[in-house]
Nanobody
């Protein structure tokens, strides 16, 4: 079992930055691909960014490229999402997730492929 706990959310003005953290416990996540998703009220959960087990491969959803960066520190069992130039439409609950993959360079972008989820952290961007 893997437990994931997100932190770093909050209220920020448009144009500001936040760094979300996802701390894993229970088992090391060094063999797991990790991802960030978000869900706004009344909307489906959507993919934000993903990183491979090794950290050598990352992918950020097109609409967030250039503003969001995903990274990981396997020694700390933690994944990060750096969010810059935030917009009101970025307001959502942000979730991290872990997927057990068999290859160090695999990234996972769909909800269905993830095995474990955190409880989420609220990000609110005011205009």
């Amino acid at each position: 079992q893997v437990q994931l706990v997100e932190s770093g959310g909050g209220l920020v003005q448009a144009g500001g930055s936040l760094r979300l953290s996802c701390a894993a416990s229970g088992r090391t996540v060094s063999s797991y691909a990790m991802g960030w998703f978000r869900q706004a009220p009344g909307k489906e959960r959507e993919f934000v960014a993903a990183i491979s087990w090794s950290g050598g491969k990352t992918y950020v959803a097109d609409s967030r490229q250039g503003r969001f960066t995903i990274s990981r520190d396997n020694a700390k069992n933690t994944v990060y999402l750096q969010m810059n130039s935030l917009k009101p439409e970025d307001t959502a609950v942000y979730y991290c997730a872990a997927a057990l993959t068999g290859h160090s360079q695999v990234i996972v972008t769909t909800v269905e492929e993830y095995d474990y989820w955190g409880q989420g952290t609220q990000v609110t961007v005011s205009s």
